[in-house]
T-cell receptor, first 114, second 116 residues
Framework: AQKVTQAQTEISVVEKEDVTLDCVYE???????LFWYKQPPSGELVFLIR??????QNEISGRYSWNFQKSTSSFNFTITASQVVDSAVYFC???????????FGGGTRVLVKP | DARVTQTPRHKVTEMGQEVTMRCQPI?????VFWYRQTMMQGLELLAY????????DSGMPKDRFSAEMPDATLATLKIQPSEPRDSAVYFC??????????????FGEGSWLTVV
């Protein structure tokens, strides 16, 4: 069975600090897909990134970056120079097959103070 | 921008009443998911469909919940009778069967249900 663990339940930082969110996953499949979603206070779930298991290149998108380490089954997410608008709950998720269901971690609440 | 549309956005109902939530998936997406979010359980899958056929509804209490796709543009989640423990946010999501770059699972804004 697949499982996603986000050990950090809440992180509080001051604006402009960097923050790293941890995600550890378990799966028996050799091909799988990892996701990050953002849930701002308004409640919607916003897709941030999808990573395929066979592509271990790290990715950067503006102030966001993702570090995929297959050897440690981790897919960590870093926000550089955090801003108040980054305050949200962030979810890591796993799918074992393209087009298949997502299994979510418990989420990490990020609070960025001005 | 294409998006998943859910109605109602907010619903307050009395225990015992029937609740129907509707979802319009993104045009062209053939997989539709229903998730429920609560403080205690987090995000949990209730059911999902591919090409309108149910693939997995093991997460759904069968005695009171039912999910259907009458056509490719409409998915419904019905609770009858509703109970206070059903109070949650219900998300619909849709995706294609093959994930190319930029094609993935997108969520609607959620239906916030309160059963009193």
């Amino acid at each position: 069975a697949q499982k996603v663990t986000q050990a950090q339940t809440e992180i509080s930082v001051v604006e402009k600090e960097d923050v790293t969110l941890d995600c550890v996953y378990e799966t028996r499949d050799t091909t799988y897909y990892l996701f990050w979603y953002k849930q701002p206070p308004s409640g919607e779930l916003v897709f941030l990134i999808r990573r395929n298991s066979f592509d271990e290149q790290n990715e950067i998108s503006g102030r966001y970056s993702w570090n995929f380490q297959k050897s440690t089954s981790s897919f960590n997410f870093t926000i550089t120079a955090s801003q108040v608008v980054d305050s949200a709950v962030y979810f890591c998720a796993l799918s074992e097959t393209a087009g298949n269901k997502l299994t979510f971690g418990g989420g990490t609440r990020v609070l960025v103070k001005p | 921008d294409a998006r998943v549309t859910q109605t109602p956005r907010h619903k307050v109902t009395e225990m015992g009443q029937e609740v129907t939530m509707r979802c319009q998936p993104i045009l062209g997406h053939n997989t539709v998911f229903w998730y429920r979010q609560t403080m205690m359980q987090g995000l949990e899958l209730l059911a999902y469909f591919r090409n309108r056929a149910p693939l997995d509804d093991s997460g759904m209490p069968k005695d009171r919940f039912s999910a259907e796709m009458p056509d490719a543009t409409l998915a419904t989640l019905k609770i009858q009778p509703s109970e206070p423990r059903d109070s949650a946010v219900y998300f619909c999501a849709s995706g294609g069967q093959v994930w190319t770059r930029g094609n993935t699972i997108y969520f609607g804004e959620g239906s916030w249900l309160t059963v009193v």
